[in-house]
């Protein structure tokens, strides 16, 4: 069977530092940060106080109050940057085989919000079940690759996956096999996460995973740093439009750039921590390396997990030096979530839009809030801190990890 290759030919994103793709990527050249205090409930009694928002949203400006009544927040964003990648792509529906085009999108904790809600309601009402009918669909994640297949008459492979914060990754990775595989000719994929509400702040908080740097929220997210004290959550969501190569072609599409390998591994090790030599994400980049006949030294740029959280930049800094060697000298090292914050399920799509606009611009946003380096990472590595970097690029992966041990990577080639 002959393999086909897959390419990238739109793009979508609602984040806190940009709610379309232009916006994010100025967001990102700049050194922005979405951090701000939490308007979406009292946290008064709570340990973290803010979160990277989508700023000034606003359901009617995309939805009639009836539609935006029947989605939870998460779907909301997931149709939002759909909606801008399918018009990216310029997809003629009437041409192309509906039945070969498909939806893998996934969330890390679905309709957390509607569900929180809801029941909270029902605890402090007379005990009389009042859900509405939109309660189970409103907070099941498959969801989202209905909505979306139902907008747009696709009907090719439909389902999502979770992952907890590789979920998007993972999306993606199912995606591109659909594809490679001759199983379709366009797939709609990625991620979304709006976990902005008490369950999801609390439960993190509980686990001291957030940052509580409620003085200054701005430099909260740190990745790097000695004294990053865990990551900051954020909201949105983001979507690519993944194509058959000569399919693309043939339709005379804007291709961004080649997914050329990817890779998919656990680590076996631990519910919520890396494993400590980061086995796992060391496997991870080594297949997708080896997928996409890269050597070390072919990659300019890794966009990493790094969370800003005490082991987890230790780990996964490791990783990239057993696998690299010497090439990991030369390459540029960033984490966009100093910026961004962590969109959990979301993480992996709207970082492998970040990649994706780097290679196209040659510049490589930077790590921000790195005041201290972490004297535990390797000195030698950069990690494009606090200012965007030049430099041509035409290799790079994407690194995304998720809470079970899943690990993902992607390796994008420009054509």
Partial sequence: MELKRVVVTGIGAITPIGKTVPEFWDGLRNGVSGAKPITRFDTKNFKTKFACEVDNYVPTDYFSKKDSNKLDLFAQFALISAEEAIADAKIDFDTINKD???????????????????????????GTPRFSPYFIPK?????????????????????????????????????????????ADIMVTGGAEAPLNPPAVGGFNSMHALSTRNDDPKTASRPFDVDRDGFVMAEGGGTLVLEEYEHAVKRGAKIYCEIVGVGATADASHITAPHPDGRGASQVMKLALEEGNLKPEDVDYINVHGTSTPLGDISETKAIVSVFGEAAY??????????????LGGAGSVESIATILAM?????????????RDPKIDPKLNLTENKAQEREINVAINNTFGFGGHNACLA????
Wanted: overall charge positive.
């Fill in 100 to 126: 070969k085009a498909g939806v893998i999108y996934g969330s890390g904790i679905g309709g957390i919000t509607t569900l929180a809600n809801d029941v909270a309601e029902f605890a402090l009402g007379n």
């Fill in 139 to 183: 907070i099941i994640s498959d969801i989202v690759a209905g909505h979306i297949s139902i907008k747009y008459d696709l009907r090719g492979p439909n389902f999502a996956v979770v992952s907890a914060c590789a979920t998007s990754s993972h999306s993606i990775i199912e995606s591109f096999h659909y594809i490679k595989l001759g199983k």
């Fill in 330 to 343: 030369k390459l540029n090292i960033s984490s966009t979530k100093s910026m961004t914050g962590h969109l």
């Fill in 360 to 372: 196209q611009n040659n510049l490589v946003p930077p790590t921000i809030n790195v005041f201290n």
């Fill in 412 to 415: 994008f080639k420009k054509i």
